[in-house]
């Protein structure tokens, strides 16, 4: 499993101040728009599942897989995020 790494040239992302938990965003915004996006890459029996979620729904689900080894292989990179789907249920994956 490859590690996670966060540049720091990543542009800023706009701060919802009427919703700062990021619980009401559209299904293809982020849910903590604060954060930057990371690539998602999940190999399951043979086949290839790329995502985009925030960095610390990507950072919890990683733990949850390497707590229960539910898929084969999680990459975690910060490629272009905009032609993947988000993470789905990507808010369950988040802490308060």
């Known amino acids: 499993m490859t590690g996670v790494h966060v540049s720091d040239n990543q542009p800023a992302l706009p701060f919802r101040a009427d919703d700062p938990a990021g619980t009401t965003a559209p299904a293809h915004q982020s849910p903590r728009p604060q954060e930057p996006d990371v690539h998602l890459t999940i190999f399951l029996q043979q086949m290839r ?15 949850e897989q390497q707590t229960h080894h539910y898929a084969d292989d999680v990459t975690v990179d910060l490629h272009d995020t ?12 988040l802490r308060p």
């Not at 995502?51 to 950072?59: D, G, I, K, P, R």
């Open 49 to 63: 599942f790329d995502f985009t979620a925030c960095l610390s729904a990507a950072l919890e689900f990683v733990h």
């Open 82 to 93: 905009r032609r993947y789907p988000r993470l789905p249920n990507e808010r369950l994956f």
